[in-house]
T-cell receptor
Framework: DAGITQSPRHKVTETGTPVTLRCHQT?????MYWYRQDPGHGLRLIHY???????DKGEVSDGYSVSRSKTEDFLLTLESATSSQTSVYFC???????????FGSGTRLTVV | DQQVKQNSPSLSVQEGRISILNCDYT??????FLWYKKYPAEGPTFLIS?????DKNEDGRFTVFLNKSAKHLSLHIVPSQPGDSAVYFC??????????FGSGTKLNVKP
């Protein structure tokens, strides 16, 4: 996956619990992104980062926070998971303009 | 308020024929467009792109057409192969570090 890995690949958690998803890259890209994929909605941007400690909100940021303390790691935290956050989460890193993003393999999160 | 729309959730095509996937956008500021392909349990992978200064870009069996006046782009796959069966997302950007995606079209190429 071009040096981008997500963990865990699958997770089941209970409503109200905090959850952290990790994205790790070995490409030294400045830009990193978190998307969620839902049927009928495609891919929607949650948060993105344009450098260490520099982050910004995307289209669907409510209920999520992110942190980036190192270039290679971008963490997505669900402060108190809800059933509406059941989704597949993709991390992406910014590539050369002509090629858009490179995506990780995704994390399937189920909130019960 | 989706700025990028793919109005066909699915498309079925016979092997060897042409597949045409469509995408519409609302933001006239978009100046770069991409198509991604996604297989189950994998992340999307880049397929082909086009900048707003062009109206066509070709890469092997894949051609993307851009009609700026209609705010419409399409992906043509000729000839279609069973291995092309996947979900296809179009994406658009006016700032290359932030892309907006459509909801995807699931293509099924029948042998």
């Amino acid at each position: 996956d071009a040096g981008i890995t997500q963990s865990p690949r699958h997770k089941v958690t209970e409503t109200g619990t905090p959850v952290t998803l990790r994205c790790h890259q070995t490409e030294n890209h400045r830009y990193m992104y978190w998307y969620r994929q839902d049927p009928g909605h495609g891919l929607r941007l949650i948060h993105y980062s344009y450098g260490v400690k520099d982050t910004d909100k995307g289209e669907v940021s409510d209920g999520y926070s992110v942190s980036r303390s190192k270039t290679e790691d971008f963490l997505l935290t669900l402060e108190s998971a809800t059933s509406s956050q059941t989704s597949v989460y993709f991390c992406a890193i910014g590539g050369v303009f002509a090629y858009g993003y490179t995506f990780g393999s995704g994390t399937r999160l189920t909130v019960v | 308020d989706q700025q990028v729309k793919q109005n066909s959730p699915s498309l079925s095509v016979q092997e060897g024929r042409i597949s045409i996937l469509n995408c519409d956008y609302t933001n006239s500021m978009f100046d770069y467009f991409l198509w991604y392909k996604k297989y189950p349990a994998e992340g999307p992978t880049f397929l082909i792109s086009i900048s707003s200064i062009k109206d066509k870009n070709e890469d092997g069996r894949f051609t993307v057409f851009l009609n700026k006046s209609a705010k419409h782009l399409s992906l043509h796959i000729v000839p279609s192969q069973p291995g092309d069966s996947a979900v296809y997302f179009c994406a658009a950007s006016y700032n290359f570090n932030k892309f907006y995606f459509g909801s995807g079209t699931k293509l099924n190429v029948k042998p």
